[in-house]
């Protein structure tokens, strides 16, 4: 029985989700705060949130931002509010999905459904391995944390999932839409989140795009995330010959040349 937590202010809007989440099944907790919800999620265990964003202490936008630092329940953004730009904004700062009100029981039932299911199979997927190496990079993705040669990387969220996402793939050519299905949980988006987020990554990896070590771009086709290139050891050179020093294996003057005899001096 999937357990819900509904952040929502309004109390008629409350109590309707409420009834309907319960005759639906669903075990369900409501709160009517931004702060209410960030202590419910730090004590109590949830398959999903449905959080709105007119909160009266915190912008829901802030909220999400600080419910994705202690978890990683999915949540369902469900406000009035329908530009364009601001959707885009929380789906990349880690929102499943969003509902633009008014909405019907019967729509958020099946956006419920959807994020619940890819939920379960990311569930089920094999356990990742401790610790992901490619070159001087260590990633561990139960721990959430990564490394790069011994240093700590300070990485947010969605930096983590892209990294480890394509560290788990090393030298596999992986398509900006595959991208946005598997890190940002999404069937279409704008190129420039990725584009933006690698640039972020590139940073703390300490390379550019003119100059990568990781990460590579293939115009048109991908990303590829694979180990740097040894360095190429650099050839001694030969010292010029000095003038007037004889050459290599030459005989010196005054000296018997190779395989002459030498002469026994007197007894």
């Known amino acids: 029985m999937p357990s819900v937590l509904v952040v929502e202010d309004d109390q008629f809007v409350r109590s309707a989700l409420i009834r309907h989440l319960t005759e639906a099944s669903h075990t369900v907790r409501s709160v009517g705060t931004a702060l209410e919800a960030l202590r419910e999620v730090a004590h109590f265990r949830f398959d999903v949130v449905i959080l709105d964003l007119g909160l009266p202490d915190l912008d829901g936008a802030e909220a999400l931002k600080m419910l994705r630092g202690i978890t990683d329940v999915p949540v369902i953004i469900a406000t009035a509010r329908d530009d364009e730009a601001e959707i885009v904004r929380l789906l990349n700062d880690g929102a499943d999905d969003y509902l633009t009100k008014p909405f019907s029981v019967e729509h958020l039932a099946a956006r419920m459904a959807a ?123 030969s010292e010029p010959p000095v003038p007037g020093a004889p050459a290599s294996g030459a005989p010196t003057a005054g000296a018997p040349a190779s395989g002459a005899p030498v002469a026994e001096p007197p007894v």
């Open 115 to 237: 994020v619940l299911r890819r939920s379960r199979a990311t569930a089920g997927e094999a356990t990742p391995p401790r610790v992901i190496r490619v070159g001087g990079l260590a990633i561990d993705p139960l721990r959430r944390q990564a490394e790069l040669d011994g240093a700590r990387l300070d990485l947010t969220r969605r930096e983590f999932d892209l990294l480890t996402f394509l560290a788990g793939r090393p030298g596999v050519v992986v398509a900006r839409k595959e991208l946005l299905a598997e890190v940002w949980q999404q069937s279409y988006g704008d190129d420039q989140t990725i584009d933006v987020h690698l640039s972020w990554l590139r940073r703390k990896l300490g390379e550019t795009a003119a100059r990568p070590r990781y990460l590579h771009t293939l115009r048109g086709v991908g990303v590829k995330l694979e180990p740097p290139l040894p360095p190429v050891p650099e050839m001694p050179l």
